[in-house]
Structures are given as structure tokens and as C-alpha cells.
């Protein structure tokens, strides 16, 4: 078989995210017939020796030390940012203005202004069949996609409520070091920007309902600590030095949503035991659904509409060919994990690119999750009072 047409990447930046995108890139094609073959074509980073390295490991062909040679490039069709967020706007609206489709790591950008550019030049690129797209992974984990199906097919019937928290422990020892997602210059803000983007974006995608009000709490437990001598992942090593901690270590909120719901949030790097939990528990007229990120192939249902004697929360194994994306890995029961969420984005996004559609998210889309975390913000500052969050636009 003829391997199709190639879509030629540049990924900018190559540390957690370039990791897990790489990774997507090779197996999409190996696992899905994709109507565009991903060619690893760039890798771009500003330390020569580092990026050599990378290269290598992350099997890509050409490096550059230049972004904007990268993007630039005419062997170069869609730019990959994973770089941290202050500079997803200038490089995504940089790329988009050059021709390159793009997909851009979340949270789209660290204040809403950037992020109005961002969706506004996507716009205007759209027009020319360049494409957008921001990477709110665990929208494609399949017992995710399951639970918007069964919302949308009224399996739940009304929707009352939502509960949803991302629960980590990374920073909860007060002496784990200061690393780029600890400084709002970098990252905007802390656990609401990091794993509150996903929360935000995971329950109006999957209940179908935008978020039309907040009221928000932040906190900082530990203001001060060691700064890094050395990173890897999420893990390092800090020295003697101290330095400032500027972004939020927990934030929760409260929150309206367009269909009538209301809502509670939950965004920590300080649940000890927790590691990656990502939970949501939606309750409807007719049921209730439950996800956990920490057992990501099963998605919890209950339908109201059962007799009462055996009733009870059902555990669905998403692991049948009839779930969504299983049918191009193992057979039932096998399980698939984190990174098999980043190719499934890839697959779609070849898909879109291919068809010359939008993909989503589209930049809009993280457009909208930003406007809901600086009201979470906002209303956190101003002695946590309800804030409207401006309608999709
Ligand atoms: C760290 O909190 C992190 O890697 C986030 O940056 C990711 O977006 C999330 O998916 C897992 O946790």
C-alpha cells in the first residue's frame, strides 16, 4: 500500500509536551489510515546541544535553532507550539500568517487579549485553508468521548449538575523547585491555567454548555521556594536560592452553565496521593456519568430510569471496537493510556486538514476557556463576587 500524501511538521520546543506530541506523530499513521502522512520533518529549540539530542531520541529530521526559521520553512506545512505559554501567541499567529497550519498546546495563551488575537488571526487564516487548532488532549480519551455521546443522545436528560476537579500533588512538598509553570511571566497563571483549562474545556465539551458566570477562590500555600537547578518532567532539583512563587497553587470556583446548570471546580497541585486526577461526576433529570483520569478506560453510568432493586452505578470498560478511536488498537480489554489521547488529536487533525475543515478545538474554543479562567481570576481578586463570562464571539 501507498503511504499517503505528507504532512510535514515542525514542533516548536521538545521537553514533556514535545515528547508525548512526538510520539503522536510517529504512531498515528502506524495505528490509523490517515489521509495525510505526518513527516517529522523539524524539531526547534534554542540549545544546539540539548536539541541534538532531542532530535535523535524524538526521531525527527532537521533541527533549527531559529523559530522563525522553523515556521518558515517551505518544507514545513503545520507548526506543533509546545512551548510554555507566553510565547504561544507570537509563534502561532507568526506560523498561521506564514501558511503553516497549526496546533497549539493548552491553555491557548496566558491573558485573554493574546488569546482574542490568537482566534482572530485563525480566522483570518481560515479563510486562506489554513487551519487551527488548540490541544486540549482529553477531549479524544475514548470513555470522554463516550459520555459527550450518551450527554448529546439525552442519555442523562437534563443536566443539573457538574463536579469536576483536577487533583495533583507535584508541588505539594513545600521544598519542590520553582520551575516555569511556578511563574505567571511564563505561564499565566498556576494550577487554574495548567489543569483548570482542561476541567473548563472537558465539562462544555462534553455537557455541550458553555460556561455563562463564575465566582472564584485562589490561593498560594507556599509563596517562596528553592530555585531549580535542574528539570526533568515535572520533577527537579532546587539550590540554596530562593525565589518567588507568582501563580495560584489551588483555585476552586463555582459556575453557571448556559443549558441551566450549575457547577463546582477544582484545580490543585496540593492533593497529596493524587497524581493526575482528573474527575468529572455530571448528574442529569435521567442519570449521572463519572470519569477518572487515573482509570481512563472506564466511564461510570447510572441510569435513574432502572428498577430500583439493581440499580447502581454501572462500570463501562471503554475498551470495544464500538467506542471511539478503539477499534484501531487491541482488542477488548487491552486498555490504552495518557499518550493514546495525543495521537488520536493528531488523527483528527490530519482528518481536518485533509478535508480543508476546522478542526476542533479551534482557537475560539480556547478563546472561550480563557475568558472562563480570568473571571475565575478576576473574581478570585475582587473578594470572590459573581462575574458574566462574555458570550462565544
Ligand atoms: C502538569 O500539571 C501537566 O503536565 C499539565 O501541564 C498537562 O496539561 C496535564 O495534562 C497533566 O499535567
Redesign the pocket.
Known amino acids: 500500500m501507498t503511504a499517503s500524501p505528507p504532512l510535514n511538521v515542525a514542533m516548536i520546543g521538545y521537553a514533556?509536551?514535545g515528547a508525548a506530541h512526538s510520539q503522536a506523530w510517529r504512531n498515528a499513521p502506524r495505528f490509523f489510515d490517515l489521509p495525510l502522512t505526518p513527516v517529522q520533518q523539524v524539531i526547534c529549540g534554542r540549545n544546539p546541544e540539548a536539541l541534538a539530542a532531542a532530535a535523535a531520541k524524538l526521531d525527527w529530521r532537521h533541527t533549527e535553532t531559529d523559530w522563525r526559521a522553523a515556521i518558515t520553512r517551505d518544507d514545513v506545512d503545520l507548526v506543533d507550539v509546545c512551548t510554555p505559554g507566553d510565547t504561544h501567541a507570537e509563534i502561532a499567529i507568526a506560523a498561521l500568517e506564514a501558511g503553516k497550519h497549526v496546533l497549539c498546546?493548552?491553555p491557548l495563551a496566558n491573558t485573554v487579549a493574546e488569546a482574542e488575537q490568537m482566534a482572530a488571526a485563525a480566522e483570518a487564516a481560515r479563510a486562506n485553508g489554513v487551519l487551527a487548532m488548540v490541544g486540549f488532549?482529553?477531549r479524544r480519551v475514548p470513555a470522554v468521548q463516550l459520555a459527550r455521546q450518551l450527554i448529546a443522545e439525552g442519555r442523562l436528560g437534563t443536566i443539573r449538575q457538574v463536579r469536576a476537579q483536577?487533583l495533583?500533588d507535584?508541588i505539594a512538598d513545600a521544598s519542590a523547585p520553582l520551575s516555569w509553570?511556578l511563574d505567571k511571566t511564563k505561564a499565566g497563571s498556576g494550577?487554574l491555567g495548567?489543569?483548570g483549562?482542561?476541567i473548563t474545556d472537558l465539562i462544555q465539551f462534553v455537557t455541550g454548555q458553555a460556561i455563562t458566570g463564575v465566582v472564584g477562590l485562589t490561593e498560594t500555600f507556599v509563596k517562596e521556594r528553592p530555585v531549580a537547578t535542574e528539570f526533568a518532567?515535572?520533577a527537579g532539583t532546587g539550590g540554596a536560592e530562593l525565589g518567588p512563587v507568582t501563580v495560584d497553587d489551588a483555585s476552586i470556583w463555582l459556575a453557571r452553565l448556559a443549558g441551566g446548570a450549575i457547577g463546582t471546580f477544582e484545580a490543585t497541585?496540593f492533593a497529596w496521593g493524587r497524581k493526575?486526577g482528573?474527575r468529572f461526576e455530571i448528574n442529569g433529570s435521567a442519570g449521572s456519568l463519572a470519569f477518572d483520569l487515573e482509570d481512563l478506560n472506564v466511564l461510570e453510568y447510572f441510569d435513574a430510569g432502572e428498577d430500583a432493586r439493581t440499580a447502581g452505578y454501572r462500570r463501562i470498560l471503554v475498551t470495544e471496537p464500538e467506542h471511539p478511536f478503539v477499534s484501531a488498537w487491541w482488542p477488548a480489554g487491552h486498555g490504552l493510556g495518557?499518550e493514546h489521547a495525543f495521537t488520536h488529536q493528531v488523527v483528527d487533525l490530519v482528518t481536518a486538514v485533509s478535508a480543508g475543515e476546522q478542526p476542533e478545538p479551534s482557537f475560539a474554543d480556547g478563546l472561550a476557556v480563557q475568558r472562563v479562567l480570568a473571571a475565575v481570576e478576576q473574581s478570585a481578586q475582587g473578594g470572590s463576587t459573581w462575574l458574566d463570562i462574555p458570550a462565544a464571539g
Do not use: V
Open positions: 514533556f509536551m498546546e493548552k488532549t482529553y483536577y495533583q507535584w509553570r494550577a495548567d489543569i483549562a482542561h518532567g515535572l497541585r493526575n482528573l495518557y
